[in-house]
């Protein structure tokens, strides 16, 4: 099939009917906001995507594994440099664990620079008697409960651009500037260790990592190789207007692009067939990412991914499963097989966080650490059962030490929520919590390496002279 070289009118989307959208009440004010948006250079790069898409078919071949993690849902008020700061120091953390055990590349994604919008089961939301729309994300409104905040506001999307902007030119000083330095992060890892009630068996992983680094820098391994990463952006296009907006011809190929992040998903209730949403990602040549819940069917996925891609193009999509721990060992192996029966590969990406929220007594969203990993546990059973590779997981946290999700190395429990509970929308791991999901899946990733017998990323042939 042809590559499309066109972008659907926006017009043309809403006609397909897009779901999950804004009320806003002046439309005269949101076209403006779109024309100027318009006018705006690019966040990112065509070339940027297609070499992420690139990792992407390494993923979905077995040859690297996604880490793909960051914020529910960002705030305005949250774009400072510590808080960017702490979020990647989490990322590289996990990132240094889950490469030393997988002994593949990691594959570094972050939720950053576009998550400012929410999908919401409800229109409205009532407190003491007063009903107001629900809070969409500060793309759409304010998080305060007042009739003021609660107002659809379009010009808050040049808010969004503006944030996403700041967000990646430091992001970008980070990657580049020595801040993901390999040994640096390791000592951050090896902090979390000695600090923590962790057990013996995590002590010694970070022991082996800590005589494979010295190993590396004895071989004389470039100092370039050891303090630059890559990493990626990525959110929901769930805005029409504003993706809409940032959706252009690339001058290389004159083909479209999403340039608002490298990695585009579509969530699970913005997923129909002929919905506005899957029309608009079909007609971009970036990856492109699919969440998948327990009410997906096998017919629905075969019928998505032929949808979003296809040429069965490599690196191409990802589909990001969140079942609940409960469900996933059933319902994932038909989905499995499904996409595998259409002779694509595809990155399998495992959320254990959207499938697994509950409330307290309190009124606090939460999410227990335990079920968490059950998830992710079931997840990896289930493709070792098939033959398959997990490549990956897609987690909601922060760098801060907010107490939202229960359990973890400090055995958060539900009286500890009200000491920290920070998010705008659902609740996050923690730093703590985060570093101590990478070595439990360390675990997970070494036992791999034994079912698949080889390592494709090591393989070699020894020459004869």
Known sequence: MAVP???????????????????????RAVDDVVAELRQRPPL??????DELKARLAD???????LLQAGDCAETFGNVTAANIRNSLRVQLSMAVVLQYAAQVPVVKVGRIAGQYAKPRSNDLETRDGLTLPSYRGDAVNGLDFTPEARVHDPRRLLDVYNSSAATLNLVRAFVNGGFADLRTVHSWNSDFVRTSNVEEKYTQLSDEIERAMAFMVACGVSDDSLRTV???????????EYEHAMARIDSRTGTPYGTSGHLLWVGERTRQLDGAHVELLASLRNPIGIKMGPSTTADDARALVERLDPNAEPGRLTIITRMGAG????ALPPLIEAVESTGRKVAWVCDPMHGNTYSTERGYKTRAFPVI????????????????????VHIELTGNNVTE????VHE????????????????????????????YLAERLREDIVRRGTNPVQEFEPREL
Not at 11 to 26: F, K
Not at 373 to 392: M, N, Q
Not at 414 to 439: K, M, S
Request: glycine letters at 10%; one cysteine or more.
């Open 5 to 27: 070289t066109t972008i659907p009118t926006l017009s043309d989307l809403h006609a397909h009917g897009a779901a999950q959208q804004p009320t806003y009440p002046d439309a």
């Open 44 to 49: 990112v790069f065509a070339g940027e995507a």
């Open 59 to 65: 993923v979905a071949a077995g040859r690297a594994f």
């Open 230 to 240: 890559g990493y990626w952006a990525s959110h929901e296009a769930l805005l029409m």
């Open 327 to 330: 469900k996933v060992r059933d």
């Open 373 to 392: 990993w059950d998830e992710v546990d079931g997840f990896f059973d289930v493709h070792a059962d098939l033959g398959t590779w997990p490549g990956g």
């Open 405 to 408: 999700c229960v359990g973890g």
């Open 412 to 439: 958060l429990d539900e009286a500890d929520l009200a000491t920290r509970y920070e998010t705008a929308c659902d609740p996050r791991l923690n730093r703590e919590q985060g570093i101590e999901l990478a070595f």
